[in-house]
């Protein structure tokens, strides 16, 4: 039975990843539990586990003395002494308890502790993990697509978590086993375990994408500065290079565009538009403002932090964008305000 048993555990541990110092601690636990509720509360016991042997032994400790006035807690030395003749009054006895004693009540008792400390070894252990990859991304691979509410079940790692529909990119389209990139917005824990926050519709995800296909960004030579995002349309990103020699903008599209069309693919098609950043406000946005071609940008006295940018009248479409988009993501990428207006206007 024993073998068994620490076959059981052993399984569980190397399924689990759990510590094995930690399962032995609650099964030990477990096990003690169920003794005293099998013998009335009995105090005083512990319980030996040796992997190695694959040995667990059950132990009343009992108090060797002369008289016995407590015998769930005191054993009479001459009882003692049947054992060894070593033992002397005030030493502790240990008396063997057959595991096949447990009742029905008390195995289940220690099952359910068993159990309760592996739900909770699995909740520390995700907690710690995903508090170390918050803000980070993952991937993912599908496994289930609610067909009425659009919500996915993802796999990451061993754990399964719910990416809501209102968190994937608008018009993506996911089926089971499809591999993906989300984005960890939020750890924490709750009553009912540890809650991990995913979604593809954060501006940081196109920001680690693209930090994993230029290792310029992960060495600090091309730094991202802003990102602007309208998830499924388009996003703006303004980069600076620290190196003279290297072009921020050259260095994200990549060979033949390569790195910015990887991410492209990987946010479903999803425009991308690279900035040079530049701490001149005029510069930032006439740049922010690309694909348009801009005549000039002027700070308005009245106005706290406001810009009047010029365009010739054909341009003045392509600056603004259809329905605003490229005027308000160049607002938000610049953190400024943009009176757009065409030289004809002016």
Not at 118 to 136: D, N, P, S, T
Not at 162 to 190: M, S
Not at 330 to 337: E, F, P, R, V, Y
Request: with cysteine.
């Amino acid at each position: 039975m024993n073998k068994e048993f620490f076959d059981a555990l052993d399984a569980i541990v190397e399924e689990k990843g759990i510590p094995k110092d930690y399962m032995v601690e609650k099964v030990e636990a477990a096990l003690l539990s169920a003794f005293k509720r099998d013998n009335g509360g009995f105090p005083n016991a512990r319980v030996k586990l040796d992997f190695d042997r694959k040995e667990l032994r059950l132990l009343k400790l009992l108090t060797v003395v002369e008289n016995v006035e407590n015998p769930k807690t005191e054993i009479s030395l001459d009882d003692a002494k049947l054992k060894s003749k070593k033992y002397a009054l005030g030493d502790i006895y240990e008396e063997d308890v057959k595991t096949h004693n447990f009742g029905r009540i008390s195995a289940q008792t220690a099952k359910q502790v068993i159990i309760q400390g592996i739900r909770e070894a699995e909740r520390g252990m995700m907690l710690k993990e995903y508090e170390e990859k918050k803000e980070e991304i993952v991937s993912a691979v599908v496994e289930v697509v609610d067909p009425v509410s659009g919500n996915a079940v993802v796999e990451i790692g061993k754990n399964h978590m719910t990416l809501y529909r209102n968190e994937q990119i608008p018009g993506e389209t996911l089926n089971p086993g499809d591999r993906i990139k989300v984005y960890i917005t939020e750890v924490k824990k709750n009553s009912r375990g540890p809650s991990v926050s995913i979604n593809r519709i954060h501006p940081g995800l196109v920001k680690r994408l693209f930090e994993l296909e230029v290792p310029e960004i992960k060495e600090g030579v091309v730094e991202i500065k802003a990102i602007a995002r309208e998830p499924g349309s388009r996003t703006k990103i303004a980069v600076v290079s620290h190196d003279p020699n290297v072009d921020p903008i050259g260095t994200c599209i990549g060979p033949r565009g390569a790195r910015k069309n990887a991410v492209t693919q990987e946010l479903n098609g999803e425009k991308i538009d690279l900035i040079k950043y530049s701490e001149s406000s005029e510069e930032f946005i006439a740049a922010s403002l690309a694909p348009a071609t801009v005549l000039s940008v002027t700070k308005l006295p009245d106005g706290e932090r406001t810009y009047r940018v010029l365009v010739s009248e054909d341009q003045l479409s392509l600056a603004i964008g259809r329905e605003g988009q490229n005027a308000r993501l160049a607002a938000k990428l610049t953190g400024l305000k943009i009176d757009i207006k065409s030289g004809r206007e002016e």
